[in-house]
């Protein structure tokens, strides 16, 4: 239960110290590793923040994310039981929640909320560190915890949900609000850019949904309202807020200011190693939740090559397969912003109905971008390293790598491969993986990705057109 306050804040500066120093930015963060090419080029595209990427996916993304994969559940409390329910009945809500669920067009819970919910739920409260990929359910389990947990007739802050941005803060409480749409004496607040509260104020909503800099000022600063007094505490998104310095340092002083028994739930797509080794120190006996790793997936992904001898054949190849492709989609990735661009502009020419997302779109360019391709209006998204994680557009069958991912060292950058190639196959659905190789240092490169994942990736004809048909076929 609850956070353990013995250890003593010194100890937990160390850890955010450590954090500090080591390198947790993800690889695909704003300032991370250029995956393609080699680092270094003056146009070579910087990925979105994993906030971004996160409002992105959520808007794209229209109903729940069957997610085939296990889940793990490592017990650190031997003595609380372990439990999943099949039905929101079986959580024994309250009936007004029970019905704003229902209403919400959730039958039955995913399979987060299966294992997460009777555990968010139970009594005592249990400590929680929860991954599971986007789109699978998360907000509205901790969502319906925080619902669940506060006292309408007690009038002040109870519950407190941290996110990394505006609008990843205002997408949760929109989902709170409708949850709790036959339950108007739930109040909820954002504390985020924009919403002003006069000095003095005592705040009587029982949930508050905002950024941490802003609750920083609201509880600490101004004393709105009282951590000591929160019972739930979320930190969605857990893995950005913990491994971006300022929504560390600011994160860290809130859960430094709340009670031994408040509940501390972390939710979050991705952890990285070091992420969650500083989640775990920081929440105490918590039921961790994992997702089995996605390398899984690569089982349903056929991964070929096709060697080129320069650019236009690489263009060749890809007209070859275009004209094959002519179910489902496909994603192609390129190291600069000038090649994507000169892809794009040449099959356009040849008469291609292609789409371009690259990082100097504005976030609702972006999103009107992927809206245009989820739609099926475009077949092909050609794109940059803007794209290689997380977001998830079910119907891609092929992903291309025009570029190999590398990193600063020109060596095979194989995470970034994976969530590029784990474009197609979610889920597990079946997909293919081409990769083009015009040079013996990036024939090199597909030998490190097929030493580090041990499966052998074959040689493929782009002139033989029967053989990608009966690939593309199976896929
Ligand atoms: N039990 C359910 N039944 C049907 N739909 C659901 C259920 N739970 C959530 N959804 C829907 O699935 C979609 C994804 O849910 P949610 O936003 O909670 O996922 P998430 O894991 O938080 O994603 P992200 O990692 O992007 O934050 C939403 O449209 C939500 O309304």
């Known amino acids: ?35 393609s090419g080699g680092g270094g080029d003056e146009d070579e595209d910087k990925p979105v923040s994993p906030a971004e990427r996160s409002l992105l996916q959520k808007i794209i993304r229209k109903g729940l994310v069957e997610n085939k994969n296990d889940i793990e559940i490592q017990r650190k409390d031997p003595t609380s039981p372990l439990y999943s329910v099949k039905s929101f009945e079986a959580l024994h809500l309250k009936p007004n929640l029970l019905k704003g669920v229902f209403q919400m067009g959730f039958n039955a819970p995913s399979k987060i909320q299966e294992s997460a919910l009777p555990l968010l739920l139970a009594d005592p409260p249990q400590n929680m560190i929860a991954q599971s990929q986007s789109g699978t359910g998360k907000t509205a389990a901790f969502v319906l915890a925080m619902l669940s947990r506060v006292d309408p007739s007690k009038n002040y802050t109870q519950a407190l949900c941290l996110s ?21 004496e739930i109040k909820i607040r954002y504390a985020v850019r924009g919403e002003e509260v006069p000095r003095g104020t005592k705040l009587t909503e029982h949930i508050i949904i905002g950024t941490p800099g802003k609750v920083v000022d609201w509880a600490i600063k101004f004393r709105f309202f009282d951590l000591s007094k929160i019972s739930v505490f979320v930190l969605d998104e ?211 990705i097929e030493q580090h994942f041990g499966r052998k990736i074959n040689l493929l004809d782009a002139d033989d057109v029967d053989e990608i048909e009966k690939i593309a076929a199976d896929a």
């Not at 353990?4 to 947790?24: F, G, M, P, R, Y």
């Open 238 to 448: 857990a893995d950005v807020m913990i491994a971006t310095q300022g929504h560390q340092d600011q994160s860290f002083r809130i859960h430094k200011a709340l009670s031994r028994s408040c509940q501390m739930m972390f939710f979050s797509a991705t952890y990285e190693h070091d992420v969650m080794e500083f989640a775990e120190a920081i929440v105490t006996n918590p039921v961790v939740i994992r997702l089995k790793r996605e390398e899984e997936s690569l089982d349903n992904i056929k991964q070929y090559y096709v060697q080129c001898k320069n650019q236009d054949e690489k263009y060749q190849a890809i007209a070859n397969i275009y004209g094959v492709v002519t179910i489902g989609q496909a994603m192609i990735f390129c190291h600069t912003r000038k090649t994507a661009q000169w892809l794009v502009e040449r099959m356009t020419k040849d008469g291609h109905a292609v789409a371009l997302l690259s990082g100097d779109l504005t976030v609702e360019q972006r999103i009107a971008v992927l809206d245009r391709f989820r739609e099926g209006k475009e077949k092909v998204l050609i794109t940059t390293n803007v794209l290689s994680r997380g977001i998830d557009v079910e119907q891609v069958t092929i992903v291309v790598n025009f570029d190999l991912p590398i990193d600063l060292q020109r060596r095979a950058d194989c995470e970034t491969y994976l969530h590029r190639i784990g474009r197609t196959g979610r889920f597990g659905k079946a997909g293919l993986a081409i990769n083009l190789i015009d040079s013996p240092e990036s024939m090199d490169v597909l030998k490190q």
């Open 164 to 184: 990394p941005t505006y609008e990843l803060a205002i997408q949760t409480g929109e989902v709170a609000a409708k949850m709790a749409q036959f339950c108007p």
């Open 1 to 35: 239960m609850a956070s353990n306050w013995a250890k003593s804040a010194e100890e937990q500066e160390k850890l955010v110290k450590k954090l500090s120093t080591t390198d947790i930015t993800p690889p695909n963060d704003a300032e991370g590793t250029p995956s």
